[in-house]
């Protein structure tokens, strides 16, 4: 299951809009406030100057996909920078390899900081469910351009959102795709045992029914395919 890295870029970018259009009140010609802080001329909001954080893999074997999302986070911050000089929002990046083990100690350290009022992340969706109770008790909003596990939705976790879909929409659209447009008739599923893959891999082998004709499972990092 490869994962466009251009593809992450670009949901990372709305994400981070997602949070930043919040951060900051516009004023109007006539030089009134239009934010949110009652109406006062000249107010400005008290997000100014914070930080948005990341959470997720910049280094270790997904570290390229957690660096793609960074590049989209600071495109989008440079843009809101450049459009409200006076109200700039600044990026701080927490490395959790992708680690479920690690995100929990990082979530803790995130929530703690004052500065900041938002996250993107965590990337996948083992570290969401590890911390998705953190942020949440904290009143923390989060934004994953690519944690896809279904039953992240489950949690009740209501600070946590999502803009791509889950693995079951995924896989339905991936195993329609095979059979109905690509026109094929005998598909073989393999995985490579990660949370990801797994549940997309159900999801496709589920629709497929019939048209599938066997499963494998590979390991992260196998080089003998034979």
């Known amino acids: 299951m490869i994962r466009s890295s251009k593809r992450w870029q670009a949901l990372a970018v709305t994400a981070v809009a997602a949070l930043a259009l919040g951060a900051c009140g516009t004023t109007n010609d006539s030089g009134s406030d239009a934010s949110s802080d009652g109406g ?6 008290p997000l100014c100057g914070k930080s948005i954080a990341f959470l997720g893999a910049l280094t270790g074997d997904a570290g390229a996909l957690g660096q793609n999302m960074v590049g989209g986070i600071q495109l989008a911050l440079d843009e809101h920078n450049k459009d409200n000089p006076d109200c700039k ?12 083990d690690t995100a ?12 900041i009022f938002g996250l993107v992340g965590p990337g996948f969706s083992g570290e969401s ?30 600070t946590w ?4 879909g889950n693995d079951d929409a995924q896989g339905t659209a991936d195993a329609n795709y095979l059979t109905e447009k690509a026109g094929a008739t005998k598909v073989y599923v393999v995985d ?3 949370d990801y893959s797994k549940g997309l891999a ?14 494998d499972q590979i390991s992260v990092g196998q080089t003998d395919m034979s």
């Not at 929990?104 to 500065?115: K, S």
């Open 104 to 115: 929990p100690g990082l979530a803790t350290q995130i929530v703690n900081d004052d500065d």
């Open 202 to 215: 159900g999801k496709v082998s589920e629709v497929l029914g019939d048209a599938q004709v066997g499963s």
């Open 192 to 194: 490579d045992g990660q």
């Open 40 to 45: 006062d001329s000249g107010g400005a909001s």
């Open 129 to 158: 469910l590890a911390t998705g109770k953190t942020f949440f008790e904290a009143g923390l909003p989060s934004i994953s351009p690519s944690a896809t596990n279904v039953t992240i939705t489950d949690q009740g976790w209501t």
């Open 89 to 100: 929002v600044e990026l701080k990046q927490f490395d959790s390899q992708g680690s479920p």
């Open 161 to 164: 959102h999502r803009v791509i």
